[in-house]
């Protein structure tokens, strides 16, 4: 795995970002417009989902980064979980579903295949930096 020098180079911040944009395209329409609930609560889980992983890195330590990553993963589930109901809703097509569905996914998996590579380093006393 690669050394990161800036949280911007870590693919599961970029496509967290990619995702957080996508769900954001999704509440400017229709329905989903009005429910201001939901729309703070899926805003801000895909939101926490890319910060986390920035902040955690900025911490300095991968004892840290791995507790705000597994602070990021739980926030991408919330998002997934959040986009069962705006589908139930109606908010969103099942296209639209899967296509953000599919992308927390991977970020969930690019996440714990980050924690799992961190975990390592920590045992042989590397550090991410």
Do not use: P
């Not at 911040?13 to 009005?34: E, V």
């Not at 109901?85 to 996914?105: G, H, P, W």
């Amino acid at each position: 795995m690669a050394t990161f020098n800036r949280f911007e180079d870590i693919l599961a911040w970029q496509k967290a970002r990619i995702l957080c944009k996508l769900i954001n395209s999704y509440t400017l329409k229709g329905l989903f417009t009005k429910d201001f609930k939901l729309i703070g609560q899926i805003k801000g889980s895909s939101g926490s989902a890319m910060d986390n992983i920035a902040e955690g890195f900025e911490r300095g330590g991968n004892k840290e980064f791995i507790q705000f990553l597994f602070i990021s993963k739980g926030s991408v589930g919330e998002t997934r979980s959040q986009l069962y109901r705006a589908l139930d809703n109606e908010y969103i097509t099942n296209e639209e579903f899967q296509k953000a569905y599919l992308l927390a996914e991977e970020v969930s998996k690019l996440v714990a295949g980050l924690i799992n590579h961190l975990k390592s380093s920590e045992i042989k006393g590397d550090k991410y930096k």
